[in-house]
């Protein structure tokens, strides 16, 4: 069984043996799924939409098709939505650097205890949120272990601290996605056939070659969907801007969150929301161009 | 140097873990465990002496394995869907799986409750299993649809060719295989059910999750208890996965020495 | 109309049935006297109107709690003596999320499930609820130890009668300081915004009433007439100190793990939190700012569909000295009733005399409410949102 990545040709038995006219089998496998998301998701949505394109005070709010709550949503908050961009890529990055060497280790030196690493990655979810972050604040505190080493180090200013700062929240993120890269990793790494890395060695490719040229193009799938399960959610968080940060660090998360509980301008929030939707997924759609969508959505 | 890099990696995660556990030992006065003020068991002793913790904890627990269970159910499928078969409206359905994730959670939990008073829907354990399932269904097909594409059906033609039909070879070929995938994203959703606040709280009622908990009472209290519980249900869970794993080896070697 | 308060007619008609069981026994447990007759009547009254149960919301650790049997004995009492059933729930942790919950059936006219609860008055939302007629009034007559409510409480802005509300406990806003960092005392709100050796090390609340109110009185302005000038002079005070870090975050109070392991010195904190902290950090200080602080109460409010003369019952049981002496032992905010602190001086004199629980008559003239118009002005509310959001 030789060859790395199938090829239309060699597939075009098994397609036609898959492709019969049961034109019914994908909607059949569907249903279920996408009806659950149409009723809890799409009609709620649609409450949401009128509503962004309402205005009114609470709690009296008139639909009007009024357009100009989406236009005052992109001019008034453009620092937050580009601040939101910025570190939810930045913690992205982070997460991918740091989960993949995790995620090969389980995968290829893993054995049986596999399942118990997987285990051990999403364990830090069964403390709440809220207790981790309080770890983190007495880790990171002004005058704990942590901050007076990089003092002395010089990495930190003779007042610097790590806690209510760009990085804080940034680590804040990243670490709370860590499960969401590895997970996805885990998934495509495992399934590659160590034989086509040992005959790419024996073809004298070098280590770090047999890597670039074998393992990282078969488990992009993995690293498309890490990407995309930590950029997306991350991009709309504002706990730990809230918790972690300062003024100068909230996010878009953070302006949806006081606009919709505290302010109650709902169409404000509505439209806020609409517009950070519609620009994660244009960044979505940019960067599975850039890797090649067909590859990566769609079994050959 | 690969195993130096993941050990780094797993340390940083567990990092907090580790204060959290050691916090669980903690003896404060006061109702706050924010600093550190001597070593007790007492705390141990009674882990649910905070009247409310335990049910909440088994409430999530229940929407966990049960939202996990369905969300991967309903996931796979459609990943399956996706991934295998080209058909119109696949491009509509790729996009309403990736909106959900990109809606800020105020705007989800909120929008979900207003579906639930309109029709009259009480709020309770039933509308937090339904919005788990939901907000799970996206992170489980990403998830799922990473192994899949991978998937060399080279192996399923050669069952075929064997004799086997479409739906033998799924159960026998497909299936196992893609397992890792599967187990993952249940493990994904377990987690991200487990953990979740703001859309919970809003589509509630009356019901206590652990998450609505630990939140509720952050404002007067911390109890050191909570460190214990989240100690104690990893603990659980680890030692179960490793006597899964245990028994499978002596089983595995067992049936190798009847060889 | 039918559906939206069946809840409370199914209750009538449950109690209609169970009164019958009830009252020979209530007859048979009074004693005999002259008194007989009137007890009889009310203790029938009692019976006949009493659901079989009230579902009550509150602050989750806001009522007293036995650890060991993990019940409310205040409760319990409660529940013996009327023969009613009290769900107890604990799922208020923030103001405006909650209202965020309720304000959808509310708004429908469905009820929310719950009889009693119990919210801020500093948030703006009791008062809101009043315009929007999604509160019952009390059924003062089932209230006589309302009596005992303190002078200060008694007729606030926006409820002057107290129609539709009845304090459960207070909390007064003002500056805390760990006095081994910041080297001396911190008391006015001034010196948070000011002094150089706390730059970056002090935080201010989220709530606009607690930080607006200090910083307009910090201006020589009143806090309960809030007028565009006095409000605009006080964003900018604040502002000033944000843009150059001083300000190092705005918390809820998230500010107490900060205070405790000496990330901050100094901050604007809320006085029940402090008594916490000081339990295990005694040298932690706590103080109203010179020019004035704020008190807020959490008060006790009836939701359309709940049932009023339960609720009014439960509300009047509470107002008794002894048993609100057994709430304040445990929770340790400010008391609203008269003689709790009587009550306290024999079982537990060192909660009796805490200023933080029991504050004197000068703290609580210093200590004031923000004017609650202003709570509800959306233009308000989002130049604060744009001042602690970047």
Redesign the interface.
């Known amino acids: 069984m030789a060859g790395a990545a199938t090829t239309v040709s060699d597939t075009r038995g098994v397609r036609h043996l898959f492709h019969r006219p049961k034109g019914a089998i994908p909607y059949l496998l569907l249903a279920p799924g996408i009806a659950w998301l149409l009723v809890f998701f799409v009609v709620p949505m649609w409450y949401l939409g009128k509503m962004s394109l309402s205005q009114g005070?609470f709690?009296i709010f008139s639909f009007g098709w009024v357009w100009g709550n989406f236009r005052d949503a992109i001019t008034s908050y453009q620092?937050?939505f580009v601040r939101s961009g910025e570190y939810a890529g930045i913690a992205t990055l982070v997460a991918l650097l740091v989960s993949y060497p995790l995620a090969y280790w389980i995968a290829f030196r893993g054995g049986r205890w596999k399942n118990l690493f997987l285990l051990l990655v999403i364990a830090p979810f069964f403390v709440t949120y809220l207790i981790r972050t309080?770890a983190w604040?007495?880790i990171l505190?002004?005058?704990?272990v942590v901050v007076h080493t990089l003092q002395h180090l010089g990495i930190l200013g003779a007042?610097g601290?790590l806690?209510?700062t760009s990085a804080a929240v940034i680590a804040g993120i990243t670490y709370n996605f860590l499960p969401f890269m590895v997970l996805p990793l885990y998934v495509s790494l495992e399934q590659i056939d160590q034989r086509l890395i040992e005959a790419a060695e024996d073809l004298y490719a070098s280590r770090a070659t047999a890597f670039t040229r074998v393992t990282l193009p078969l488990s992009l799938p993995g690293v498309f969907a890490g990407v995309l399960l930590t950029f997306i959610p991350a991009a709309g968080d504002f706990i730990n801007a809230q918790?972690l940060?300062?003024?100068?660090?909230?996010m878009i998360g953070?302006?949806i969150q006081?606009?919709?509980?505290?302010?109650?301008?709902y169409p404000t929030a509505a439209s806020l929301s609409f517009v950070l939707m519609a620009a994660i997924l244009a960044l979505v759609l940019v960067f599975a161009r850039s890797l090649g969508t067909e590859r990566l959505t769609v079994a050959a | 140097m690969l195993s130096v890099y993941a050990a780094i990696a797993l340390a940083y995660l567990f990092l907090p873990i580790v204060v959290v556990v050691l916090f669980s030992f903690n003896n404060?006065?006061?109702?706050?465990n924010?600093?550190w003020?001597g070593f007790t068991f007492k705390n141990w002793e009674n882990p649910f002496?905070?009247?409310?913790l335990g049910g909440a904890l088994r409430v999530s627990i229940e929407i966990a394995l049960l939202s996990s269970f369905f969300a991967t159910v309903l996931g796979t499928l459609i990943a399956l869907a996706l991934v295998r078969y080209r058909f119109r409206g696949s491009g509509t359905t790729n996009l309403l799986i990736f909106v959900p994730m990109t809606t800020p959670e105020v705007v989800m939990g909120?929008s979900l409750?207003?579906l639930f008073?309109?029709w009259?829907i009480?709020q309770g354990f039933g509308t937090i299993l339904i919005a788990h399932i939901l907000f799970n269904i996206s992170y489980v097909v990403v998830t799922v649809r990473a192994r899949l594409v991978g998937f060399d059906r080279h192996l399923e033609e050669a069952a075929m060719d064997l004799g086997a039909n479409e739906w033998v070879t799924f159960l026998k070929v497909t299936l196992p295989l893609i397992m890792p995938g599967i187990l993952a994203a249940a493990l994904l959703a377990f987690a991200l059910s487990i953990d979740d606040f703001v859309i919970t709280?809003?589509n509630?009622?009356?019901t206590?999750t652990f998450p609505?908990?630990v939140?509720?009472?952050?404002?007067?209290?911390t109890p050191p208890q909570i460190n214990v519980i989240g100690t104690g249900i990893f603990i659980i869970a680890v030692t179960g996965m490793l006597g899964t794993i245990l028994l499978q080896n002596y089983r595995s070697r067992k049936g190798a020495l009847a060889v | 109309m039918s559906?939206t308060f069946t809840r409370d007619q199914l209750l009538r008609r449950a109690v209609a049935g169970s009164a019958l069981l009830s009252v020979p026994g209530l007859l048979a447990a009074c004693g005999g006297g002259g008194k007989k007759a009137a007890a009889t009547t009310t203790a029938a009254t009692v019976a006949q109107k009493m659901p079989k149960s009230l579902?009550w919301?509150n602050?989750?650790?806001?009522i007293d709690?036995n650890?060991k049997t993990?019940?409310h004995p205040s409760l319990v009492a409660f529940e013996k003596h009327y023969h009613v059933n009290v769900?107890y729930?604990?799922?208020?942790?923030?103001n405006?999320?909650f209202f965020?919950?309720i304000?959808?059936?509310l708004?429908?006219g469905?009820s929310i499930?719950?009889d009693l609860i119990v919210m801020t008055d500093s948030s703006g939302l009791p008062q809101r609820m009043i315009q929007?007629g999604w509160l019952e009034k009390l059924d003062k007559a089932a209230i006589p130890n309302i009596k005992n409510l303190i002078p200060a409480q008694q007729h606030p802005d926006w409820d002057p009668n107290r129609d539709y509300s009845l304090p459960w406990q207070s909390g007064m806003t003002g500056i805390g300081y760990d006095p081994k960092l910041t080297g001396g005392p911190i008391d006015t709100f001034e010196q948070l915004l000011t002094d150089p050796k706390l730059?970056?090390?002090v935080t201010l609340l989220v709530e606009m009433s607690d930080t607006m109110g200090i910083a307009m009185l910090a201006n020589g302005d009143d806090p309960t007439h809030v007028t565009d000038k006095t409000f605009d002079n006080a964003i900018n005070l604040i502002q000033k100190a944000?843009k150059s870090?001083q300000?190092?975050?705005?918390t809820?109070?998230?500010y107490?793990?900060?205070l405790?392991?000496?990330?901050?010195y100094a901050c604007l904190a809320w006085s029940?939190?402090m008594?916490?902290?000081?339990?295990?950090?005694p040298g932690l200080k706590w103080v109203l700012p010179k020019t004035g602080g704020m008190i807020w109460t959490d008060n006790m409010l009836i939701p359309k569909g709940g049932n009023v003369f339960g609720a009014s019952t439960l509300m009047n049981w509470y107002y008794r000295p002894e048993i609100a002496a057994e709430v304040e032992d445990y929770v340790n905010y400010i008391c609203p009733v008269a003689g709790a602190d009587k009550v306290l001086e024999k079982t537990d004199p060192a909660v009796a005399h805490n200023p933080l629980i029991f504050p004197t008559k000068a703290m609580l003239a210093n200590a004031h409410q923000f004017d609650a118009k202003a709570l509800n002005n959306?233009k308000y509310?989002?130049k604060f949102?744009a001042?602690?959001?970047?």
């Open positions: 005070l709690p620092t937050q309080l604040e007495t505190a002004d005058n704990g007042n601290r806690l209510a918790l940060g300062t003024p100068q660090q909230y953070n302006v006081s606009e919709f509980l505290s302010v109650r301008d | 404060p006065k006061g109702r706050f924010y600093t003020e002496g905070f009247p409310g909120a409750l207003t008073v309109n009259r009480p709280y809003f509630a009622g009356s206590i609505l908990f939140w509720g009472a952050a404002r007067v209290a | 559906e579902t919301s602050w989750p650790l806001y709690l650890e993990k019940s769900k729930l604990e799922d208020i942790n923030d405006d999320s965020g919950k304000e959808g059936p708004s429908q469905q499930g719950r929007l730059k970056g090390k944000v870090g300000i190092r975050q705005f809820g109070n998230d107490a793990p900060l405790a392991n000496g990330s901050i029940g939190d008594v916490q902290l000081q339990a295990d950090h959306i509310k989002k949102q001042l602690i959001g970047g």
